[in-house]
């Protein structure tokens, strides 16, 4: 078979991250392997997410930036992901030089769509969705990989509804994979070099939900901790509704599983909480939080959070600022609510004006660096544990890698370090990442210290 090459764009969260990893290992089997120019591309996927206004747009202008491409050298063009889903056959018919529209379901089918298309040069759409939960089903890497972390999804869909959110109707309702195919996954990832998994789903803490096996996620957890090779393990997203005392214990007892735990509050006033339909109080929340920092004090904790919902008076606002004075994030990620069409709250009339989101965005985010420099500040001095991952993009000189806390951590190293969890003594703190030295009591040279990396 002829080797080709295919041009993934992606946008969007982790999910749409992994979903290009799975179709790139899928497209290799047919011959398909990635390219980072477009221009050399006989495949351009656009792999798009529509959570919001803006990576929607997005979407738009990649086409029109590839159109030429298409006239030029007539690579085959193609959307995924959450716009794919939403808008089907219309971007066929709002985009005349477009090949492929293929939903969030349908990844699997890509190989014989594709080929469809080179055979008969039609245009096609696959958007429904699956309930044989094929698409769910492990696309593994055929041979070693060169990154030593893992996206690894063991749930699609949500069942929530939250009132401004599309996912329940772009990634369908929720559905568990398989505790064995999970760890099967895993396995084969340790396999191929990976240390780190990180677990994807949108509400991981109602995995197991609908399986006929009976397992919960700390369940799931456990098992993964006992799997040889795996260093660390991970998970996101969590909803604070569902989030149970097993999976808080969880953090005491498997010491696989890092201290980060990523817990979205969206906002921290009752009344906006209650029109977004999300089922917990501020008040709740914080026990919540306070409840994981007894269990494990060295948790770092992040969240995302919403400005601007209709509605969202001066006093909810400041509502929102107290609990993120009270919580004391790691690091937050801030959205101005963006209205999706079909969703609940677009149709809702107490609409905050543009001006008045930007202004809050811009004192939350304000708020939240002072607050993320001073919790990166604390860690000044200590010696915290780094899982190497490659070169730093700063200086050819140093290596980069994340604390268990999930902070990014700079230090001078050769690339034989990569995938290993090296002792790193924190220098300096900066806002969005750390400075360090690799230590030990006698400050070793890099040989002595590929020992005391085992021991650690
Ligand atoms: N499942 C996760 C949860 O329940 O928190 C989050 C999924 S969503 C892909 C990621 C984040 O996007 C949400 O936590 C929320 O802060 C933000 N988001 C979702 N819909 C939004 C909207 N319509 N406008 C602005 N931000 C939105
Ligand atoms: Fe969207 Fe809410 Fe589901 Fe998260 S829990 S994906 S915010 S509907």
Request: with cysteine; hydrophobic share 35%; proline share 3%.
């Amino acid at each position: 078979m002829e080797a080709k090459r295919v041009y993934i764009e992606t946008y969007g969260c982790q999910m749409n991250e992994h979903d290009t990893e799975r179709i790139l290992c899928l497209l290799e089997r047919s011959c398909y392997f990635e390219t980072k120019d477009a221009k050399e591309a006989d495949f351009i996927l656009i792999n798009t997410c529509s959570v919001r206004e803006k990576p929607e747009h997005k979407v738009y202008s990649a086409l029109g930036r590839y159109k030429w491409l298409k006239e030029k050298r007539g690579a085959i063009i193609g959307v995924a992901g959450c716009v794919a889903q939403q808008e089907g056959n219309q971007l066929l018919d709002r985009v005349p030089y477009l090949d492929m529209v293929i939903g969030t379901h349908a990844i699997p089918m890509l190989p014989q769509l594709l080929q469809k298309i080179e055979v008969s040069g039609e245009r096609v759409c696959e958007t429904s969705f699956d309930r044989d939960k094929e698409y769910l089903k492990s696309i593994l890497p055929q041979k070693p990989l060169d990154k030593v972390k893992s996206y690894v999804t063991i749930m699609q869909g949500c069942d929530h509804f939250c009132s401004y959110c599309i996912v329940p109707y772009v990634r369908g309702r929720e559905q568990s994979r398989s505790s064995r195919e999970i760890i099967g996954e895993v396995k084969h990832l340790s396999e191929m070099g990976v240390k780190e998994v990180c677990l994807l789903g949108q509400n991981v803490n109602s995995y197991g939900r609908g399986l006929e096996e009976a397992i919960s996620f700390p369940e799931l957890l456990s098992c993964i901790n006992s799997i040889e090779g795996i260093e660390r393990i991970r998970f996101t997203t969590s909803h604070p509704k569902d989030l149970s005392e097993e999976l808080i214990q969880a953090f005491s007892k498997l010491k696989k599983l890092c201290e980060h735990f990523h817990l979205p509050f969206q906002s921290g006033s009752n009344k906006i909480l209650k029109a977004m339909h999300r089922g917990y109080t501020k008040e709740s929340y914080l026990e919540k939080i306070d409840r994981l920092k007894e269990v494990c004090p060295s948790i770092a904790v992040t969240a995302d959070v919403i400005v601007g919902f209709p509605g969202e008076e001066e006093e909810d606002f400041k509502e929102t600022l107290d609990l993120m004075e009270k919580v004391q994030f790691d690091d937050l990620f801030s959205f101005k609510y963006s209205p999706r069409k079909g969703t609940r709250a677009a149709q809702l009339q107490d609409k905050i004006e543009e001006k008045v989101k930007q202004e809050r965005l811009s004192i939350l985010q304000e708020f939240q660096k002072g607050i993320t420099l001073r919790k990166n500040q604390e860690l000044e001095d200590r010696v915290e544990e780094v899982l190497v991952e490659g070169q730093s993009k700063q200086s050819v000189q140093d290596v980069t890698g994340r604390t268990r806390s999930n902070k990014i951590v700079n230090f001078e190293g050769d690339l034989g370090l990569v995938g290993n969890l090296v002792p790193v003594q924190i220098t300096k703190a900066y806002a969005h990442s750390l400075k360090g030295e690799i230590t030990s009591a006698q400050g070793p040279s890099i040989c002595k210290l590929q020992s005391m990396i085992c021991n650690f």
